[in-house]
Nanobody
Framework: VQLQASGGGLVQAGGSLRLSCAAS????????IGWHRQATGKQRELVAA???????NYADSVKGRFTISRDNAKNTVYLRMNNLKPEDAAVYYC??????????????????WGQGTLVTVSS
């Protein structure tokens, strides 16, 4: 499974961005696709995830501001980020779990990883 993340950039605080994660290869072998982020000097954290059946989960810090969705026809998962804050600045990665994983709330549960896309938020 290959994952290609895109959509990062520079945005002012309060602004919005939409990240995209395009999956290819044996996409039938994955369940959750999630967005993770890692800021300088901090651990990688799971921001939002969506299962193949549409179940979603979010980190408390982004609830109400970020929305994860998927377009199965395009094998693409999106992360809409609204009301961005300086503390949201990080490298964002998309990743996927094996199909056998039924609950995925931590980054270590993810098996396939794409490259990161940088999100910078100016205050």
């Amino acid at each position: 499974v290959q994952l290609q993340a895109s959509g990062g950039g520079l945005v002012q605080a309060g602004g919005s961005l939409r990240l995209s994660c395009a999956a290819s290869g044996s996409t039938f072998s994955v369940n959750y696709i999630g967005w993770h982020r890692q800021a300088t000097g901090k651990q990688r954290e799971l921001v939002a995830a969506i299962s193949s059946g549409g179940r979603t989960n979010y980190a408390d810090s982004v609830k109400g501001r970020f929305t994860i969705s998927r377009d199965n026809a395009k094998n693409t998962v999106y992360l809409r980020m609204n009301n961005l804050k300086p503390e949201d600045a990080a490298v964002y990665y998309c990743a996927a779990t094996l199909v056998s994983v039924t609950v995925a709330t931590h980054s270590y549960e993810y098996h396939y990883w794409g490259q990161g896309t940088l999100v910078t938020v100016s205050s």
